[in-house]
């Protein structure tokens, strides 16, 4: 990456451009946000963007280790990872948090720009890729973005639909009072589907708002979660409790 002057930063990341308040229904969500960036003057740049915007003051580390505690021990709405830090990469960050059941957003901040390496991130767990240098009101757009995928208004922390309870603060799952493991991404479906009850989801809606609408998940992909989450919370020789609606998507019944 090559090192920028600071009138290159002030012109790109002016706070003239973009807007990083993010407006549902009239009022402001502050959004809680963890930034993992090595470089000092970048990451001090960032941080008073984010507060001057209205965001309040983001809690901003520069090591990877240091993101993945304060992660583990406090709940961000969105975390703004750096591919390249000392002492654990972003990526590696990343992927190590949701193996762990972490659900909100993941925004990877990086300079490379090869497919691989935007695949590889996504398939880490990231939601969304932002190559440096970039404008502030791009980075904007994605933090909305991201808002529309993982920020709905919360609702009760427990969700309980017939024999399902689904504990959205600790994202467990039991079934008849059984714990049963969910993978993250089986998690968020499972969540997804439970919150718009009797509501057709399609295939796109589900790839938009877990996936990332610019990954390069398939359809399939999809279908094959659907089928493993079935495996889970279903019992034999009942019908599923997720609705296959053909050609369109899926749905749970209010």
């Not at 963007?49 to 990877?64: P, T």
């Not at 190590?96 to 490379?112: D, F, P, Q, V």
Request: glycine content about 8%; proline content about 2%; charged content about 30%.
């Amino acid at each position: 990456m090559r090192q920028m002057e600071k009138a290159d930063f002030f012109t790109r990341f002016s706070p003239t451009y973009g807007i990083l308040i993010i407006q549902n229904c009239g009022k402001v969500d502050i959004l809680k946000i963890l930034l993992a960036e090595d470089d000092e003057y970048l990451g001090e740049l960032i941080v008073h963007l984010l507060k001057k915007k209205g965001f309040g003051k983001a809690d901003w580390v520069m090591e990877g280790e240091d993101a993945y505690e304060y992660a583990k021990a406090s709940y961000y709405d969105v975390l703004i990872l750096d591919w390249m830090m000392p002492n654990g990469d972003g990526i590696s960050v990343c992927r190590r948090l949701r193996r762990e059941g972490y659900s909100g957003a993941i925004l990877m901040l990086t300079a490379r720009d090869a497919v691989s390496d935007r695949v590889e991130g996504l398939e880490a767990g990231a939601d969304d890729y932002l190559i440096k240098p970039f404008e502030i009101d791009e980075l904007a757009a994605r933090l909305k973005a991201l808002s529309r995928r993982m920020l709905a208004p919360l609702q009760e922390d427990v969700i309980q639909w017939k024999s399902l309870e689904l504990n959205r603060t600790s994202h467990t799952l039991f079934l008849n009072g059984e714990e049963i493991f969910l993978t993250p991404r089986e998690y968020q479906l499972l969540e997804m589907l439970l919150r718009n009850k009797g509501q057709v989801l399609t295939r796109e809606m589900i790839l938009d708002r877990i996936w990332g609408i610019e990954s390069d998940v398939s359809m399939k992909t999809i279908d094959a979660t659907i089928k493993l989450l079935r495996k889970k919370i279903d019992k034999h020789g009942t019908n599923s409790l997720i609705e296959t609606i053909r050609g369109v998507g899926y749905k749970i019944e209010a």
